[in-house]
């Protein structure tokens, strides 16, 4: 008797176990665009085109200033004459719209720990922040270490650790 009563739970239990599992969806979401996938074309307007870039916004600071990043050596945090070139035309540009604020983030390449790179990184951020904070208003600029943890190129060579030892001016619009 105590072997039946087994089964018979076995079975219950089994049922209840098949009765919970998932139904496939009833339709499937699109596959991602591959690469191979040719871009729709688009046709300009004859005659004079308006650009559709916001003065002030963001795509503004990227297209009047040329870079929003600066460029550091190996375990630097020191402007180089490149790097005070671009602050210099990102103070301009910012100085043209007083009401956007901007956030500098400090970057680093992979090598290092985890601590020492987030110190790096905010060194690098307040030495652009510094920089700009002498042609503009320094409560307009904040910071942020993402030391190596958000980098711009994967790679483990010295081209992509070069791309990625950076401060980056991201712009904030609307105070």
Known sequence: MQNL???LLMAAALVAVAGCSKKPPAQLPPAPPTESTP???TTQPE???ASTVVPGSKEDFLQQVGSDRVFFGTDKYDLDSEAR???DRQADWLAKYPNVRVTVEGHCDER???EYNLALGD???NSAKNYLATKIDASRISTVSYGKERPAVEGSDESAWAQNRRAV???ITGM
């Open 169 to 171: 001016s991201v712009v």
């Open 85 to 87: 070139a671009i602050l």
């Open 47 to 49: 005659g004079p085109v």
């Open 123 to 125: 060194r690098r951020a």
């Open 112 to 114: 290092g720990t985890r």
């Open 5 to 7: 009563t087994t089964k």
């Open 39 to 41: 871009a729709p074309e």
